[in-house]
């Protein structure tokens, strides 16, 4: 892979015209906002150093880093470390990479940047392209998974790894659940569980019965690049979140916020990322304290 080096010119932008809401947890506040972690996605693992609210980094971003270069960043704020599942999948359909490789990189960049909140395995989407891509089943999927988590648990133990539910149908769900459970691992008692193939459905309403499911048994759920209006209506179902949505935003709409001087749409944009950022808390606080039955 290519080695990343930031652009000398790149800096972090002043944030004087932002209110930034403050993202460590309060499980008492009435606030839901801070109830709920909200992990910022992006593409440039050098916010790492800078930013003021927690970041979600692709391994992949970070793999192009040289090792010993002075352009690795050091982490400043949390952070977690996502495995850039659905990209790999849809765009080979497999991982190029092995548990062992995987586990190495981790290790190295953790030496390096700082240790991560969590880091996910390599776990295998369900979406329909990927399967279709993949050429494999729901189950396939399930069961690879399942042996990245336990295989990289058992070699590399010292890393924060992510159990994952994958999965599409509400069954699968409960299936793959069942599956770690057989083999020995219960993730009920687990700090913070993934919730994946949630981010790119047409309807919202399967998130809300897979997650109350899992959350009314006391499972601490983090959701994979949920969308805002997903959140808006279950964000008290889950522990965290992240989302990398606002560069596709700026990219589809051609947005660019007055006073950026960089060229082009705003998506690199850190004003911009932390400007939707706000945006996506004001929905977590609009979502219902006490959320209906879903029937």
């Known amino acids: 892979m290519p080695v ?13 015209d932002l209110t930034i809401t403050p993202w460590a947890q309060d499980h008492r506040s009435a606030d ?13 693992p050098w916010w ?19 090792t010993g270069s002075a352009a690795m960043p050091v982490a400043g704020v949390p952070y977690a470390i996502d495995s850039g599942a ?6 080979y359909g497999t991982w190029r990479w092995d548990e062992d490789t995987y586990g190495s990189m981790v290790t190295r960049l953790i030496e390096v940047c700082g240790p991560p909140m969590w880091v996910a395995p390599l776990d295998r989407p369900c979406e329909r392209t990927v399967l279709l891509r993949a050429g494999a089943s729901v189950f396939e999927h399930q069961i690879l998974t399942l042996e990245s988590y336990l295989y990289l648990v058992r070699e590399f133990p010292y890393v924060p790894w992510l159990p994952v539910l994958q999965g599409w149908s509400f069954e699968d769900y409960i299936r793959h659940d069942a599956m770690y459970r057989e083999a020995g691992v219960f993730l009920g008692t687990q700090a913070l569980v993934g919730l994946g193939s949630v981010c790119r459905r047409g309807s919202i309403r399967p998130i809300g019965e897979i997650a109350k499911h899992f959350a009314e048994r006391g499972y601490r759920l983090h959701g994979f690049g949920l969308k805002t209006t997903a959140l808006r209506a279950y964000a008290a179902y889950f522990t965290s979140a ?4 606002w560069s596709e935003h700026a990219r ?24 939707w950022r706000e945006g996506v808390i004001a929905a977590i606080r609009d979502s219902p304290m006490d959320l209906p039955a879903l029937v």
């Open 4 to 16: 990343h080096v930031p652009a000398r010119r790149a800096q972090w932008p002043p944030m004087h």
């Open 32 to 44: 839901p906002a801070r109830r709920l972690m909200f992990l910022l996605g992006t593409h440039r």
């Open 86 to 91: 659905y990209t790999e999948i849809r765009d």
């Open 252 to 275: 589809r709409r051609e947005l660019r916020l007055a006073g950026c001087r960089h060229e082009g749409p705003c998506i690199n944009c850190a004003r911009w990322a932390l400007t």
């Open 242 to 245: 992240d989302s990398l949505a």
């Open 48 to 66: 790492l150093r800078h930013s003021p609210v927690p970041l979600c980094v692709s391994a992949h971003t970070l793999a192009a880093y040289k």
